[in-house]
């Protein structure tokens, strides 16, 4: 979709990793800072709580997840309307858009299932915006599991040891000028310097 004032555009600024990486603390702490230099900020998540993005949800919860042609393929109909009926116009007014979670969600987790990557990579790209920037929050698995049993909430059917090694290291292979593998194991604060330090200098905030 062509903006009608393309130098009003918005940025697509996309948070990544596996669970636990404290995707939505980053966000926050950017969203604001953003603000503060007087840019319009909206934040999302992926996937949505859209009608396909609650079938993914609620299969995942009750720990079964749907059949893996399924999966896919709702959770491309949910990226779809969100790319549609969200992201686009959003950046076409000139804001700037945060996600937790975008299509290198689906690279990592189905590609961890067994589905080729870069199959994965296509089919997202055939309609959705790349983002400008995208940052891989980097931890150790260990430390992502006890964050999350520490956080006490059911661990849903994506969220086991072994499964996550396994995006983890899909993350790490993938090859993006846009992507920036950040060490998130540290103090929060420090986690977000070095993103405001890459937001800085690549998108000239
Ligand atoms: P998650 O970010 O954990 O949601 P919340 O914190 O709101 O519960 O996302 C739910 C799960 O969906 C997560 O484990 C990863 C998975 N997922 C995919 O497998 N593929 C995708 O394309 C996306 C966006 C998420």
């Not at 949800?57 to 997840?65: D, I, K, T």
């Not at 109909?77 to 979670?101: K, S, T, Y």
């Not at 189905?110 to 929050?137: K, S």
Request: proline letters at 3%; glycine letters at 6%; a negative charge.
């Amino acid at each position: 979709m062509e903006s009608d004032s393309p130098h009003l555009r918005g940025r697509l600024v996309v948070f990544e990793g596996i669970d636990g990486t404290g995707k939505s603390t980053q966000i926050k702490l950017l969203a604001q800072y953003l603000q503060e230099h007087g840019i319009e900020v909206v934040t999302d998540y992926e996937p949505t709580r859209g009608e396909w993005g609650m079938k993914v949800r609620n299969a995942a919860l009750s720990g079964e997840r749907l059949s893996l042609e399924e999966e896919i393929n709702c959770l491309l109909q949910d990226r779809r309307e969100h790319v549609r009926e969200f992201i686009e116009p959003a950046l076409n007014r000139g804001a700037w858009v945060l996600l937790d979670r975008y299509y290198l969600s689906m690279m990592a987790y189905q590609g961890a299932t067994g589905v080729n990557v870069e199959d994965l990579r296509q089919m997202n790209e055939e309609f959705a915006t790349i983002p400008d920037v995208a940052f891989w929050l980097d931890i150790p698995v260990e430390m992502a599991m006890e964050r999350m049993n520490a956080r006490g909430s059911d661990k849903d059917a994506f969220e086991n040891e072994t499964f996550l090694q396994a995006c983890s290291a899909i993350y790490s292979a993938m090859e993006m000028p846009w992507l920036f593998r950040i060490e998130a194991d540290g103090e929060i604060h420090e986690t977000q310097a070095r993103v405001r330090e890459i937001i800085r200098a690549e998108l000239e905030v």
